[in-house]
């Protein structure tokens, strides 16, 4: 059984850092990705990596300011996420898929999701 664990998230001020953290478990997989939803809008991909060779790919708004990262031994992705703004307010969701092909950024390509985590970050 494959299970998705987040952790991490908070309250945090405008220019903060805040790491989520998450822990997989019931196979190996391709890559993992981090998705973000605020209210009222639809699911937005952040980052993903990918379990060998760790490359990664991140959406235009984060790069800079947030890390994508995976510990192989513990089989746990994290995203460290710097200076963080109002908008980067949302439920955050790790992700994870056991098959190569298709693209990262697409939500509809990754069959494993863990339940989020809320990031609120206040002005």
């Known amino acids: 059984q494959v299970r998705l664990v987040e952790s991490g998230g908070g309250l945090v001020q405008a220019g903060g850092s805040l790491s989520l953290s998450c822990a997989a478990s019931g196979r190996t997989f391709y890559a993992t990705g981090w998705f973000r939803q605020a209210p009222g809008k639809e699911r937005e991909f952040v980052a993903a990596?990918?379990?060998?060779?760790?490359?990664?790919v991140y959406a235009e708004f984060p790069k800079g300011r947030f890390t994508i990262s995976i510990d192989n031994a513990k089989n746990t992705m994290y995203l460290q996420m710097n200076d963080l703004k109002p908008e980067d307010t949302a439920v955050y969701y790790c992700?994870?898929?056991?098959?190569?092909?298709?693209?990262?950024?697409?939500?509809?390509?990754?069959?494993?999701w863990g339940q989020g985590t809320q990031v609120t970050v206040s002005s």
């Open positions: 990596i990918r379990w060998s060779g760790g490359s990664t």
């Open positions: 992700a994870a898929r056991g098959e190569f092909g298709a693209p990262l950024y697409l939500p509809y390509n990754y069959p494993y």
